[in-house]
């Protein structure tokens, strides 16, 4: 057990409601969707945005300069492929082409600086990728140096600046370093302890290596340790399952984030290396599901929503029970009012009513940049429409219910005219228990809160025009 002296651990665990499993109801719900880490959903971002459209929507958005920014960087480089990764990456072991990618994130990160003159302190930062461990030390303080020098950076005990690490990259003496350059949250890539699965997935790493850098995390003063566990990889089992949940309970961190493995070789080419036939089976997945849901909640972690955990006393769980959570493309956050700037090949922005994504491969990228342009490759404005339903989805996904008095309708509207087929619709989920519905709000029961996409689909009016037109693509993974 790591030394962690929080009350969750001396058994005082404040009361808070548990999320419940119905197999039945999982069952017979689950379908295709999307995640929702923005409305509209990246898919539906058109190749005609371009930079300008991005420096009107910077322009819009200064009117909410007492807002802090929240910056993302994208570093896409990893050492070795694992299997079953979806997210945009590099497989490289020549270090060098850091070097050249570090330059143009510069020129990208004065162009964007330049824009947010004035109101460019930084609340939130996150380094994804990728590996952001890639980079060493010194590129690493290089990178940050030249972020702090464009933006001001709130001090550390009220940012939150966290780093996604791969345990295999990095050794206690690099995590005292990570602290020491300003990161004070961090994120491990665990997947599962088995090392039948592990080598199944390439992603082989010991139980003793992972310990080892959470308990530098702690001793470093890492404020926030988060872990990401996967269920439905090949060869698990609910017995591997359950020996994974156990060692990750009893190592403590603040947050863990369990997701479904989706298998879809279509569109992630490394996922057709994994051998189908080594795939647990639905019932297996649903029985893993429950598992990680009885051992979580009798550990006591409260569950955020959308695979998340956390301790009753964490940030996170902290802002929901305050109503202050929200959601993004870096997952669950406490800086609602952020507008998010992402720098990197293939990163998404999220500012003033509009969200943008850059070049997705390196020549793209290196090219905008050559010519004195913001990289951006594609993106999307938002209508008052989109806006409306984005504000409500957003809600659904944090806060579990909705009073429709305090949605922004349209003047001399009310909701159930703005939104009558959908409650129709919810009254059919209604039906099936996963929430309640009354004349003036509508709150999500516990049963229902794994479910929670599935009650969001309904007020997702560009999934209503392809549910015209067919099943829901199978670029969307199941809500469960």
């Known amino acids: 057990m790591l030394n962690d002296p929080s009350p969750s651990r001396r058994g005082v665990i404040p009361l808070v409601p548990q999320v419940e499993f119905d197999a039945a109801l999982v069952r017979r719900m689950s379908k295709n969707g999307p995640r929702y880490t923005s409305y509209p959903t990246a898919d539906r971002f058109i190749p005609g945005f371009g930079p300008a459209d991005y420096r009107a929507a910077v322009a819009r958005s200064r009117g909410g300069m007492e807002h802090g920014l929240s910056l993302y960087v994208h570093i896409p480089f990893c050492a070795s492929l694992c299997y079953y990764c979806g997210c945009n990456k590099i497989i490289t072991q020549d270090r060098t082409k850091s070097v050249q990618y570090l330059q143009y994130l510069e020129k990208e990160t004065e162009l964007q600086a330049a824009l947010f003159a004035g109101r460019n302190r930084v609340e939130q930062l996150h380094f994804g ?3 952001p461990t890639f980079l060493d030390d010194e590129q690493m303080s290089n990178l940050l140096a030249g972020l702090r020098a464009r933006f001001r950076f709130a001090p550390d005990e009220k940012g939150e600046y966290s780093i996604e690490v791969d345990p295999r990259t990095v050794s206690a003496l690099r995590i005292h370093t990570l602290r020491r350059q300003g990161f004070n949250r961090i994120s491990l890539g665990i997947q599962d302890f088995d090392p039948n699965v592990q080598r199944a997935v390439n992603r082989v790493q010991s139980e003793r290596q992972i310990l080892h850098v959470m308990r ?3 001793s470093a003063g890492f404020r926030s340790i988060s872990v990401d566990l996967i269920y439905g990889l090949p ?3 609910v017995q591997t399952m359950s020996a ?5 309970i ?3 961190p603040d947050r863990i984030a369990v997701y479904n493995y989706a298998h879809l070789p279509h569109l992630f080419k490394s996922q057709r290396l994994i051998e189908s036939s080594q795939l647990p089976s639905p019932e297996a997945k649903l029985e893993m599901l429950g598992l990680c849901i009885k051992k979580l909640n009798e550990a006591g972690y409260v569950y955020i929503g959308m695979d998340h955990f956390a301790k009753p006393e964490d940030d996170l769980a902290l802002a929901q029970r305050e109503g202050r959570l929200h959601r993004n493309f870096q997952g669950y956050s406490t800086h609602a009012n952020a507008d998010m700037v992402a720098l990197g090949v293939s990163s998404i922005s999220a500012v003033g009513g509009c969200y943008s994504q850059n070049e997705k491969t390196l020549a793209a990228y290196y090219n905008r940049l050559d010519r004195g342009e913001l990289p951006i490759a594609r993106g999307i404005s938002l209508n008052q429409e989109d806006l409306l339903r984005r504000d409500i989805i957003g809600r659904l996904m944090c806060d579990f219910e909705l009073d429709f008095d305090t949605v922004a309708l349209p003047e001399g509207l009310s909701f159930e005219q703005c939104f009558a087929s959908e409650l129709e619709q919810l009254r059919q989920l209604e039906e099936q228990g996963l929430l309640s519905v009354s004349e003036r709000s509508m709150k999500v029961k516990m049963r229902g ?9 309904v007020f997702d009016q560009y999934l209503s ?3 015209m037109e067919g099943p829901a693509p199978l670029r969307y993974s199941t809500t469960i």
């Open 129 to 131: 990728g990728g590996t």
């Open 216 to 218: 530098a995390a702690r």
């Open 235 to 237: 060869l698990q089992t």
């Open 244 to 248: 994974t949940l156990d060692k990750v």
């Open 250 to 252: 009893d190592a403590n």
């Open 449 to 457: 809160r794994l479910l929670i996409r599935n009650i969001c689909m």
């Open 465 to 467: 025009a392809v549910r």
